[in-house]
């Protein structure tokens, strides 16, 4: 049955109709390729479930996936018992266990989380406290001459020492879940944009539109509706468009869908250097939207610094199906990352800051406001049988997206 949808799906992409809209009736549908949506489709086709993943992009991994620090996080900046931190706890168990099993590319590097000023020293143990609150193993505080002696280019008060944080290679990542996802059923289709829904018979009806009829839309006209899938069970997973989308199912209640707003953030990478300055992460004290322009290591030794955060406005809903965001890298944006880097590294060079990569942020409170958990919305919350929003699934998403697939499997399968 899945396969004969997949077949007439991407024939019916192929050209505008607009009349008689044809109807599939398919088991699971993850909407979005990235890190959690590939990582919910593995979880549901391990489970016996047929399951179909649609997105916009010409393959996965395109969007926030591929436009992060590929940290793996401990879990020390949450709120106790909430999603981020049981999340990210047990995501990151699993998560080096899958990549130990698998062979994905990764590495426990350790976190330095730095005080710079005695100011920032309280913030630090509040810090600590929780993340032992958390249960994140190992945590210890060292004087600032133990932390540069680990680091001799640092600079700092007090550091908090986090043994269990790492990075990983990404894209190896998607790469392996999305084959094991294959290897038990699971479909991919791409270039395919749910744009909207209906409910219909107490059940949510998905209409798409292939992503290269949505070029010259204007964003409000109707679109022809090319397909309508009717799953029995649906992942909101769209990362950036996910808020949007939903807002686009008639017949789901608008008042508990929350307000989308969108961080950029900027990555820079160091040039002129044999030697790379650190061995572990650096991070400062987290700021408003972040974690604060940090050190990130990649798997060959490549020192990057950031992201920051700039504040993104007007988001037309075209925009966020399709990715156009604006992901260039000024160089004169270089000037603000100096100065933050300089508190803990004074040894950075002028001219040393080359343009890396931007990404967006899909977060749900805006500038100066309280951090908020991730979202995840079942029947219980807007009584629409099926439907499962994951809203708000930014950092700790990566670490956290095998932890999210357990858990949507273990609620929401019936």
């Known amino acids: 049955m899945l396969k004969h949808t997949i077949r007439s799906l991407k024939k019916r992409l192929s050209s505008i109709s607009t009349t ?39 393959t996965f991994g395109t969007g926030t996936s591929s436009r992060n620090s590929q940290v793996i996080h401990a879990g020390i900046y949450y709120l106790p018992n909430s999603l981020k931190a049981l999340f990210c706890v ?18 426990q590097t350790g976190k330095l989380i730095v005080a710079t000023s005695s100011s920032e020293i309280p913030n630090l143990y509040q810090l600590m406290n929780r993340g032992a609150q958390n249960g994140v193993d190992g945590l210890r505080m060292l004087e600032g001459f133990e932390a540069m002696k680990m680091e001799p280019q640092l600079q700092c008060l007090k550091a908090l020492l986090s043994p269990f944080s790492g990075i990983v290679d990404v894209h190896s990542l998607m790469l392996s879940l999305m084959g094991e996802a294959e290897s038990h059923g699971a479909t991919f289709s791409y270039n395919s944009t749910v744009i909207s829904g209906h409910l219909e018979d107490n059940r949510l009806h998905l209409h798409i539109v292939g992503s290269n009829h949505l070029d010259s839309w204007d964003g409000k006209s109707p679109l022809p509706l090319e397909l309508i899938l009717i799953p029995k069970l649906v992942v909101n997973s769209a990362g950036l468009s996910a808020l949007p989308l939903a807002r686009r199912f008639n017949g789901l209640n608008s008042g508990i869908i929350p307000p989308v ?4 953030g900027c990555y820079f990478t160091l040039s002129n250097t044999r030697v790379p300055p650190f061995q572990h992460l650096i991070y400062p004290i987290p700021e408003d939207g972040g974690l604060g322009v940090h050190v990130t290591l990649d798997l060959d030794g490549q020192i990057k610094f950031g992201p920051d955060v700039e504040w993104v406005h007007g988001v037309d809903d075209k925009s966020s199906f399709l990715d156009k965001y604006d992901y260039s890298v000024s160089a004169s944006r270089a000037e603000r990352f100096y100065p933050e880097i ?9 001219g040393s800051l080359v343009p890396g990569y931007a990404g967006i942020r899909p977060k749900i409170t805006g500038p100066g406001q309280s951090h908020i958990d991730f979202v995840i919305q079942g029947e219980d919350s807007h009584q629409l049988p099926g439907l499962v929003n994951l809203f708000g ?7 956290s997206s095998l932890a999210i697939a357990e858990y949507i499997a273990a609620r929401f399968l019936k």
Not at 90 to 107: D, T, V, W
Not at 261 to 264: I, M, P
Not at 342 to 350: A, E, I, Q, S, V
């Open 20 to 58: 008689n809209t044809p109807r599939e009736e398919v088991d699971c549908v993850v909407i979005g390729a990235g890190v959690v949506g590939i990582a919910v489709a593995r979880e549901l086709a391990l489970k016996g479930r047929e399951v179909l993943v649609v997105d916009s992009a010409s």
């Open 90 to 107: 047990r995501g990151r168990k699993l998560l080096y266990s899958y990549c130990s099993e698998h062979g994905i590319p990764h590495k």
């Open 261 to 264: 707003h969108y961080a950029r």
């Open 342 to 350: 300089r508190k803990y590294y004074p040894n950075l060079r002028d």
């Open 393 to 399: 699934i930014e950092s700790p998403g990566l670490t």
